[in-house]
């Protein structure tokens, strides 16, 4: 009897990950599409693949107790790195042997060059009045009064574009590291 309470548990959740996947694929776009730096056939390619690897692993995903969105987010994150190593542009005339003296870059820095590159991709989706805003107080470390002076601005007027901008910029930021 407990059985049969267990195997229908398992089937209602297995016929409704189709469902839970298809639900996340929007938000996996939008995931992908910031990272990707919004080459439609490119981020397409990701999220195809993602998802595909998602229906492959289906019944050993835990679709009940974790957020698959995380999962997909990380999955897609880690497409692109590949992606990236794979078809990084070597200039013509030079060889791999050219370089056998120097390390390979570590996860780390691999790591970084990812983040700073979702943090340019980031700022250049604000609006212009908001990304220099934020340029002028936060990266050039100006007060808000010289920020507006070069802006040609009231200091209100940056005091709240740099606010309104670190928002969305944290939005934008969180979303593309997995979060909600």
């Known amino acids: 009897m407990e059985s049969d309470a267990a195997e ?3 089937t209602d959740a297995g016929d409704r990950w189709e469902e839970l996947l298809l639900a996340e694929r929007a938000a996996l776009h939008r995931f992908v599409a910031s990272l990707a730096g919004y080459d439609p ?13 998602a229906w492959q692993l289906a019944r050993r995903l835990d679709w009940r107790e974790q957020p698959i969105r995380m999962w997909l987010f990380r ?5 692109l790195i590949d ?3 794979q078809n990084r542009a070597v200039p013509i005339g030079i060889s791999a042997t050219d370089f056998s003296g120097l390390a390979p870059a570590s996860d780390e820095v691999m790591t970084r060059a990812l ?12 609006k212009p009045a908001h990304r220099d805003a934020l340029i002028q107080v936060h990266l050039l470390d100006r007060t808000g009064e010289d920020a507006a002076r070069v802006l040609g601005v009231p200091s209100g007027t940056v005091k ?3 606010h309104h901008g670190l928002l969305l910029l944290r939005r934008r930021l969180r979303c593309c590291r997995g979060g909600a």
């Not at 056939?41 to 690897?53: F, G, P």
């Not at 700073?116 to 989706?125: F, G, K, T």
């Open 8 to 10: 229908t548990e398992r």
């Open 41 to 53: 056939h490119h981020v397409e390619d990701i999220v195809q693949e993602t998802l595909l690897r």
């Open 75 to 79: 999955v897609a994150r880690n497409l």
């Open 83 to 85: 992606d990236w190593r």
């Open 115 to 126: 983040d700073r590159r979702m943090v340019i991709d980031a700022l250049r989706s604000l």
């Open 160 to 162: 709240s574009r740099a």
